[in-house]
């Protein structure tokens, strides 16, 4: 079964309002990563956040992480037509070598 | 720098018929191998991965295989295609802890 599990499905707002997407996980893991995918493409590493963090910023994008309630959120600010894509979180899962993807959140930026 | 080949981007095969995907790495040497599926809208599935030549671990059970013969190279195969391994097959390759770096992907029509 997947690990991560992300809310909502699928996102729809205007340009440059702000995207919240929220991942939740079941195991204890070493870090937690974002990836985006435009649509027939490969997956676009966007930020990594490791267990031992709370919150990371990488230019208009702002994670954070709460290992207590095993969940995580990516905030996109002002958003533009170019961020339309899938948004997955990944989990790399504590004693393993590999990373749990889940369902992704199909995010449409309307301009 | 590094960078991911894989071949071909999309492929059309009949039930029955054999199946081979390759994936290659460039500018770095014993990475980390990974195989995963994606159905249509949905989020990957790891199906296989390795950690150096000749090992490889699966995650699913199935009609598929795998095989490393040289330290960059990742092969997806199969004798006999159904019509369920339909989807779109990604290769990666990370370090340890790394964040992953996908090829382009491979979209499979199993008709």
């Known amino acids: 079964s997947q690990q991560g599990e992300e809310d909502p499905q699928a996102l729809s707002i205007q340009e440059g309002e702000n995207a919240t997407m929220n991942c939740s996980y079941k195991?204890?893991?070493?870090?937690l990563q974002w990836y985006r995918q435009n649509s027939g493409r490969g997956l676009v590493h966007l930020i990594l956040i490791r267990s031992n963090e709370r919150e990371k910023h990488s230019g208009r994008l702002r994670v954070t992480l709460d290992t207590s309630k095993k969940s995580s959120s990516l905030l996109i600010t002002a958003s533009r037509a170019a961020d339309t894509a899938s948004y997955f979180c990944?989990?790399?899962?504590?004693?393993?070598?590999?990373?749990?993807f889940g369902q992704g959140t199909r995010l449409t930026i309307n301009p | 720098s590094q960078t991911i080949h894989q071949w071909p981007a999309t492929l059309v095969q009949p039930v029955g018929s054999p199946l081979s995907l390759e994936c290659t790495v460039e500018?770095?040497?014993?990475?980390?191998l990974y195989w995963y599926r994606q159905a249509a809208g949905r989020g990957l599935q790891l199906l296989f991965y390795s950690v150096g030549i000749g090992q490889i671990s699966s995650e699913v059970p199935q009609n598929l295989s795998a095989s490393r013969p040289q330290d960059r190279q990742f092969i997806l195969s199969s004798k006999k295609l159904l019509l369920s391994d339909s989807g779109f097959y990604l290769c990666?390759?990370?370090?340890?802890?790394?964040?992953?770096?996908f090829g382009s992907g491979t979209r499979l029509t199993v008709v």
């Open positions: 500018g770095t040497s014993n990475p980390n």
């Open positions: 195991t204890s893991i070493n870090n």
């Open positions: 990666a390759w990370s370090h340890a802890r790394d964040p992953y770096t």
């Open positions: 990944a989990t790399d899962v504590l004693g393993a070598q590999k990373l749990v």
